[in-house]
C-alpha cells in the first residue's frame, strides 16, 4: 500500500482496523519499509521523446530547474506577449508535470508569465547535467549535453535565446568551456556560425552565410510554433535571395533547353536577371541569342560585305561618305509577341556617334550569315527607338516604308526581307 500504491501514512491507517497515523510508521519502522518522499506520488509521465527534446532545448535556453529538498522543478518566465509560447510548450509537458502557470511582475513591473512544474526525482539528474551544484550554480555545458540536443532541441534553444536579424542568431553566456561545447552543438549539425562577443562570456553566434543560415532554418523551421513565425522573417530572405531561389535550379532549365527569356517568364524575373546568373555560374546555353548582337561582331558582320568602308567606333563611311550605324535583326520569329523588332539607337543630332543611314543587316536564322541588307535612312527613325513591326502594320506609321515597292526615302519593302 506505501511503495507500490503510494498510499501516505493517514491513508494507510485508515484501512486498517485500529490503524492510526503513528502506528503505521512504527510498523513501517520496524519492517524496514522506508519512507518514500511526497514527490514520488506524482504519478508524471517519463521524460523521453519529445519532452526530452523539449527540456534539452530549454536547459540551453530560458529554463531552470531548482532542487528542493530531495527533488527538483523546472521553471520558466517569459513576456506577456509570449505567453501563447508558454502555453505551446506547457502542453508539450502535459498535465501530469504542469503545477501551474501564472502572471508574476518582474523587477521593472512589467507583467510576465511564469511556468511551473511538480518537483521530481527525475529532475535531479537533469540539474546535475546542467548546474556544478544542486544547492547553487550558474548553468554551464558540458560534453554529455551534446547527445541530448536533436534538431527539436536546437529550435526550442533559437526560440528562446535567439533573434531574427539579417542572419539568424543565438545569444549565449557562459564559460569558455561552455562555449566549447556549443559550438560542438552546431557542428554536430553541420554548422559553423560566427562568434561575435559582446560583454565578458557573453555574445551572439551569428549563422552567416546563406548556405549556413540555410541549413539552420531547414533543421528547425518545422519545429517553429506559428505563434513564433516571426523568428523565421530574417533580412537576407529579402528580393535578391528569392531571385537566387527561384534560379537554383538554373543549370537543368538551361540543360531542358530553355533561353534566357523563357527561363525569366517561367520564374517570373527579367531575361537581364537570368543572363546575369547565368555568366556568375558559368552557365551556357545553346538557345541564347548569338553573338551577333553585339555591335563588334555587327561591324565585322557589315565587313565582311564591305571590305573597303572603313571603319569606326560609332559604325562605317560607305563610298558615298555616308556614316553608316549597322543593326542586326534574325530571322527568327518571336512566337510570343507575333512581332519582329528593329532597335535603333537615340537621335542622331543626340547621339555621340550621327550617322546619315542604318544598315540593317539580315542574317540567317543561326545568326552566322548576312542574307541580305536594307538600309533605312535616319530621317525616317527620328526619335523612335524601336520599330515594332506588327501584324496589322498597316495601321501604323511606318506602312509608307513597309508596304511600298520603293519611295525616295527607302527603296525596298522591310517585309520582303523577312518574308
Known sequence: ??????????????????????????????????????????????????????????????GRIVFQG??????????????DYLEWKANIWGPTWVADMCDVPDKRGFKQVRMRTVTHGVLNEWRDLFYEARSNGWKR??????????????????LDDGHAGWWPGITFGADATSHDVALTIFEKFGLSPRWQPVKGNTGHFH?????????????????????????????????HYQVRQKLSNLE???????SSRQIGTTLGVGASTVTRHMATRGVVSKCEPSSFQRGADNRHFYGRMYPDHVQDAGGAVDSNGQRVGIRTASLTRRTDAHAKRWSFGLRPDITSHPCDVYSCLCLDEHGTEVVAEFRIPVSAVMD????????????????????????????????????
Open 1 to 62: 500500500m506505501y511503495h507500490e500504491q503510494k498510499l501516505t501514512d493517514e491513508e494507510v491507517a485508515a484501512r486498517i482496523d485500529g490503524g492510526t497515523t503513528k502506528r503505521v510508521r512504527a510498523w513501517r519502522h520496524r519492517l524496514g519499509i522506508e519512507t518514500i518522499p511526497r514527490w514520488a506520488r506524482h504519478n508524471v509521465a517519463p521524460i523521453e521523446g519529445r519532452l526530452q527534446s523539449l527540456l534539452a532545448g530549454s536547459m540551453l535556453g530560458d
Open 252 to 258: 537543368g532549365l538551361v540543360d531542358d533547353g530553355m
Open 141 to 158: 555545458l558540458i560534453p554529455r549535453v551534446v547527445d541530448q540536443v536533436d534538431d527539436f532541441a536546437l529550435a526550442i534553444w533559437y
Open 207 to 239: 549563422m552567416e552565410r546563406e548556405e549556413v543560415a540555410h541549413r539552420f532554418l531547414e533543421l528547425v523551421r518545422p519545429h517553429i510554433p506559428e505563434c513564433m513565425a516571426y523568428k523565421l522573417d530574417l533580412g537576407f530572405q529579402g528580393p
Open 70 to 83: 530531495t527533488g527538483s522543478y523546472y521553471c520558466e518566465s517569459h513576456s506577456e506577449a509570449q505567453r
Open 384 to 419: 523612335v527607338r524601336v520599330i515594332h513591326i506588327s501584324e496589322r502594320y498597316e495601321q501604323t506609321k511606318w506602312a509608307p516604308y513597309l508596304v511600298s515597292r520603293a519611295t525616295p526615302a527607302m527603296p525596298g519593302n522591310i517585309l520582303d526581307m523577312f518574308g
